[in-house]
Protein backbone atom coordinates (compact mmCIF):
# COMPACT_ATOMS: atom_id res chain seq x y z
CA UNK A 1 0.00 0.00 0.00
CA UNK A 2 1.48 3.28 -0.81
CA UNK A 3 0.92 5.56 1.66
CA UNK A 4 0.62 9.59 0.26
CA UNK A 5 2.19 12.77 1.55
CA UNK A 6 -1.03 13.69 3.45
CA UNK A 7 -1.59 10.28 5.04
CA UNK A 8 2.33 10.58 6.71
CA UNK A 9 1.26 13.89 7.47
CA UNK A 10 -1.53 12.94 9.35
CA UNK A 11 0.06 10.13 11.31
CA UNK A 12 3.00 12.09 11.90
CA UNK A 13 1.17 15.05 13.71
CA UNK A 14 -2.39 13.82 14.32
CA UNK A 15 -3.21 10.76 16.93
CA UNK A 16 -6.70 10.30 16.44
CA UNK A 17 -6.60 6.82 14.46
CA UNK A 18 -4.66 3.48 15.01
CA UNK A 19 -1.86 4.75 12.93
CA UNK A 20 -0.77 8.12 14.29
CA UNK A 21 -1.33 6.50 17.44
CA UNK A 22 0.61 3.44 16.83
CA UNK A 23 3.40 6.59 16.17
CA UNK A 24 3.11 8.06 19.04
CA UNK A 25 3.44 5.24 21.39
CA UNK A 26 6.57 3.88 20.10
CA UNK A 27 8.13 7.10 19.07
CA UNK A 28 7.60 7.73 22.85
CA UNK A 29 9.37 4.46 24.06
CA UNK A 30 12.02 5.52 22.17
CA UNK A 31 12.58 8.77 23.97
CA UNK A 32 11.93 6.84 27.47
CA UNK A 33 14.63 4.30 26.00
CA UNK A 34 16.94 7.55 25.03
CA UNK A 35 16.32 8.88 28.34
CA UNK A 36 16.94 6.13 30.31
CA UNK A 37 20.69 5.47 28.49
CA UNK A 38 21.74 8.83 29.20
CA UNK A 39 20.56 8.10 32.49
CA UNK A 40 22.87 4.44 32.95
CA UNK A 41 25.37 5.90 30.91
CA UNK A 42 26.57 8.59 33.53
CA UNK A 43 27.08 5.96 36.19
CA UNK A 44 30.96 5.29 36.22
CA UNK A 45 30.54 1.59 36.94
CA UNK A 46 28.11 1.13 33.94
CA UNK A 47 29.93 2.83 31.94
CA UNK A 48 33.06 1.00 31.33
CA UNK A 49 31.28 -1.92 31.46
CA UNK A 50 28.54 -0.88 28.99
CA UNK A 51 30.21 1.87 27.46
CA UNK A 52 30.16 0.61 23.80
CA UNK A 53 26.87 -1.06 23.99
CA UNK A 54 25.26 2.34 25.50
CA UNK A 55 27.51 4.79 22.53
CA UNK A 56 25.62 2.31 19.87
CA UNK A 57 22.11 2.67 21.74
CA UNK A 58 22.68 6.41 21.79
CA UNK A 59 23.50 6.55 18.09
CA UNK A 60 20.73 4.07 16.76
CA UNK A 61 18.33 6.58 19.11
CA UNK A 62 20.22 9.70 17.17
CA UNK A 63 19.35 8.35 13.90
CA UNK A 64 15.84 7.57 14.04
CA UNK A 65 15.09 11.09 15.82
CA UNK A 66 16.81 12.76 13.36
CA UNK A 67 14.92 10.62 10.39
CA UNK A 68 11.88 11.91 12.66
CA UNK A 69 13.25 15.54 12.42
CA UNK A 70 13.58 15.34 8.81
CA UNK A 71 9.88 14.03 8.39
CA UNK A 72 8.42 16.74 10.33
CA UNK A 73 10.20 19.65 8.59
CA UNK A 74 8.97 17.57 5.30
CA UNK A 75 5.40 17.44 6.02
CA UNK A 76 5.05 20.76 7.38
CA UNK A 77 2.95 23.27 5.59
CA UNK A 78 5.57 25.29 7.15
CA UNK A 79 8.75 24.38 7.93
CA UNK A 80 10.85 27.56 8.67
CA UNK A 81 7.70 27.70 12.00
CA UNK A 82 8.19 24.09 12.96
CA UNK A 83 12.30 24.76 12.69
CA UNK A 84 11.78 27.50 14.90
CA UNK A 85 8.84 26.60 17.24
CA UNK A 86 9.66 25.35 20.82
CA UNK A 87 9.02 21.80 19.88
CA UNK A 88 11.39 22.10 16.86
CA UNK A 89 14.18 23.82 18.40
CA UNK A 90 13.83 20.88 21.73
CA UNK A 91 14.00 18.56 18.16
CA UNK A 92 17.18 19.67 16.91
CA UNK A 93 18.58 19.74 20.50
CA UNK A 94 17.96 16.26 20.85
CA UNK A 95 20.14 15.16 17.85
CA UNK A 96 22.64 18.17 17.75
CA UNK A 97 25.04 17.30 20.55
CA UNK A 98 25.48 13.40 18.95
CA UNK A 99 26.61 15.43 15.96
CA UNK A 100 28.76 17.91 17.44
CA UNK A 101 30.62 15.01 19.38
CA UNK A 102 31.98 13.75 16.02
CA UNK A 103 33.13 17.44 14.75
CA UNK A 104 34.70 18.85 17.71
CA UNK A 105 38.05 16.24 17.98
CA UNK A 106 40.60 18.57 19.91
CA UNK A 107 41.52 16.13 22.93
CA UNK A 108 41.52 19.18 25.25
CA UNK A 109 37.90 19.43 24.53
CA UNK A 110 36.67 15.66 25.80
CA UNK A 111 34.89 17.19 28.73
CA UNK A 112 32.84 19.60 26.55
CA UNK A 113 32.06 16.38 24.52
CA UNK A 114 30.45 14.87 27.43
CA UNK A 115 28.73 17.80 28.57
CA UNK A 116 27.17 18.30 25.09
CA UNK A 117 26.23 14.46 25.13
CA UNK A 118 24.44 14.96 28.84
CA UNK A 119 22.36 17.05 26.87
CA UNK A 120 20.47 14.08 25.18
CA UNK A 121 17.82 14.27 28.26
CA UNK A 122 16.22 17.43 26.61
CA UNK A 123 14.80 14.57 24.81
CA UNK A 124 12.53 14.59 28.17
CA UNK A 125 10.55 17.94 26.53
CA UNK A 126 9.69 15.85 23.33
CA UNK A 127 7.15 13.93 25.50
CA UNK A 128 5.02 17.39 26.20
CA UNK A 129 3.37 17.23 22.73
CA UNK A 130 1.83 13.82 24.06
CA UNK A 131 0.19 14.88 26.87
CA UNK A 132 -3.02 16.75 26.88
CA UNK A 133 -2.42 17.94 30.17
CA UNK A 134 0.89 19.93 28.98
CA UNK A 135 -0.97 21.81 26.39
CA UNK A 136 -3.38 22.63 28.67
CA UNK A 137 -0.61 24.11 31.05
CA UNK A 138 1.31 26.17 28.62
CA UNK A 139 -1.46 27.76 27.41
CA UNK A 140 -2.25 28.89 30.91
CA UNK A 141 1.39 30.41 31.64
CA UNK A 142 1.18 31.82 28.52
CA UNK A 143 -2.13 33.74 29.32
CA UNK A 144 -0.80 34.76 32.85
CA UNK A 145 2.59 35.74 31.17
CA UNK A 146 1.87 39.26 31.60
CA UNK A 147 0.66 38.94 34.96
CA UNK A 148 3.91 37.34 36.22
CA UNK A 149 6.19 39.79 34.60
CA UNK A 150 4.90 42.37 36.36
CA UNK A 151 5.13 40.35 39.58
CA UNK A 152 8.61 39.58 38.43
CA UNK A 153 8.82 43.33 38.17
CA UNK A 154 7.82 44.09 41.60
CA UNK A 155 10.06 41.39 43.04
CA UNK A 156 12.85 42.61 42.01
CA UNK A 157 12.32 46.29 42.99
CA UNK A 158 11.81 45.05 46.29
CA UNK A 159 14.91 42.82 46.23
CA UNK A 160 16.79 46.31 45.28
CA UNK A 161 15.27 48.12 48.04
CA UNK A 162 16.18 45.93 50.61
CA UNK A 163 19.43 44.56 49.36
CA UNK A 164 20.74 48.89 49.49
CA UNK A 165 18.76 48.95 52.62
CA UNK A 166 20.88 46.17 54.61
CA UNK A 167 23.91 47.24 52.71
CA UNK A 168 23.55 50.49 55.08
CA UNK A 169 22.51 49.05 57.84
CA UNK A 170 24.99 46.35 58.11
CA UNK A 171 28.22 47.47 55.82
CA UNK A 172 31.34 45.54 54.52
CA UNK A 173 31.80 44.59 58.49
CA UNK A 174 29.04 42.16 58.26
CA UNK A 175 29.59 40.92 55.31
CA UNK A 176 27.42 43.44 53.06
CA UNK A 177 30.27 44.72 51.01
CA UNK A 178 28.35 45.83 48.49
CA UNK A 179 24.57 46.56 46.63
CA UNK A 180 24.92 43.00 44.52
CA UNK A 181 25.77 41.09 47.96
CA UNK A 182 23.11 42.80 49.65
CA UNK A 183 20.23 41.71 47.06
CA UNK A 184 21.57 38.00 46.70
CA UNK A 185 21.61 37.78 50.69
CA UNK A 186 17.52 39.89 50.36
CA UNK A 187 16.72 36.89 47.18
CA UNK A 188 17.66 33.83 49.92
CA UNK A 189 15.63 35.20 52.49
CA UNK A 190 12.39 36.79 50.59
CA UNK A 191 12.31 32.56 49.01
CA UNK A 192 12.89 31.45 52.18
CA UNK A 193 15.57 29.26 51.44
CA UNK A 194 17.93 30.91 54.36
CA UNK A 195 21.37 29.81 53.33
CA UNK A 196 23.07 31.46 56.14
CA UNK A 197 26.63 32.40 54.65
CA UNK A 198 25.79 35.91 55.28
CA UNK A 199 23.51 36.95 58.05
CA UNK A 200 22.51 40.59 59.84
CA UNK A 201 24.15 40.79 63.03
CA UNK A 202 22.68 44.53 64.08
CA UNK A 203 18.77 45.14 65.58
CA UNK A 204 17.73 46.83 63.17
CA UNK A 205 19.10 44.46 60.34
CA UNK A 206 17.69 41.72 61.91
CA UNK A 207 14.29 43.40 62.13
CA UNK A 208 14.46 44.28 58.81
CA UNK A 209 15.32 40.31 57.88
CA UNK A 210 12.19 39.16 59.73
CA UNK A 211 9.93 41.38 57.74
CA UNK A 212 11.91 40.34 54.35
CA UNK A 213 10.86 36.86 55.54
CA UNK A 214 7.39 37.17 56.53
CA UNK A 215 7.14 39.06 52.95
CA UNK A 216 8.78 35.89 51.28
CA UNK A 217 5.40 33.88 52.29
CA UNK A 218 3.21 35.94 51.10
CA UNK A 219 4.83 36.53 47.77
CA UNK A 220 5.56 32.70 47.47
CA UNK A 221 1.34 32.79 46.81
CA UNK A 222 1.18 35.02 44.17
CA UNK A 223 2.19 33.19 40.98
CA UNK A 224 0.02 30.33 42.06
CA UNK A 225 -2.72 32.20 42.33
CA UNK A 226 -2.53 34.08 39.00
CA UNK A 227 -1.50 30.58 37.20
CA UNK A 228 -4.22 28.88 39.09
CA UNK A 229 -7.15 31.23 37.88
CA UNK A 230 -5.49 30.83 34.25
CA UNK A 231 -5.42 26.97 34.55
CA UNK A 232 -9.30 27.33 35.64
CA UNK A 233 -10.07 29.81 33.13
CA UNK A 234 -8.44 27.70 30.24
CA UNK A 235 -10.28 24.32 31.76
CA UNK A 236 -13.96 26.32 31.37
CA UNK A 237 -12.92 27.09 27.22
CA UNK A 238 -11.76 23.33 26.69
CA UNK A 239 -14.94 21.97 28.47
CA UNK A 240 -16.97 24.54 26.19
CA UNK A 241 -15.21 23.51 23.01
CA UNK A 242 -16.06 19.90 23.53
CA UNK A 243 -19.22 20.62 23.44
CA UNK A 244 -19.28 21.38 19.84
CA UNK A 245 -19.86 17.86 17.84
CA UNK A 246 -20.23 16.67 14.69
CA UNK A 247 -23.92 16.39 13.61
CA UNK A 248 -22.55 13.20 10.67
CA UNK A 249 -19.87 10.85 12.59
CA UNK A 250 -20.70 12.82 15.92
CA UNK A 251 -17.27 13.35 17.37
CA UNK A 252 -16.94 15.64 19.67
CA UNK A 253 -13.54 18.03 20.57
CA UNK A 254 -14.35 20.35 17.37
CA UNK A 255 -13.73 23.94 17.76
CA UNK A 256 -16.17 26.57 17.13
CA UNK A 257 -14.13 27.86 14.50
CA UNK A 258 -13.79 25.27 12.33
CA UNK A 259 -14.90 24.38 9.04
CA UNK A 260 -14.70 21.18 8.32
CA UNK A 261 -15.41 18.28 10.77
CA UNK A 262 -11.54 16.71 11.31
CA UNK A 263 -12.65 13.11 11.63
CA UNK A 264 -14.86 12.40 8.85
CA UNK A 265 -14.63 15.78 6.89
CA UNK A 266 -18.81 17.22 6.95
CA UNK A 267 -18.72 21.08 6.23
CA UNK A 268 -19.93 22.54 9.71
CA UNK A 269 -22.48 25.19 9.72
Avoid at 103 to 132: C, D, E, F, M, P
Avoid at 161 to 180: Q, R, Y
Amino acid sequence: MIITKKRLAHIVFESDDWASKTFDIVLLFLIFGSILVAILDSVASLHRQYGEVFLLLEWLFTILFTIEYALRIWLSRKPRGYIFSFFGMVDLLAILPAYLSILIVNSQLLTVIRALRLLRVIRILKLGRYVAEAEHLTKSLRASSHKIMIFIGFVLTIVLIMGTLMFIIEGPEHGFDSIPMGMYWAIVTLTTVGFGDITPQTTIGQFVASLIMLLGYAIIAVPTGIVSSEMAAEKRRMEKRKKVSCPVCKHTGLDEWDEYCKFCGHKLN
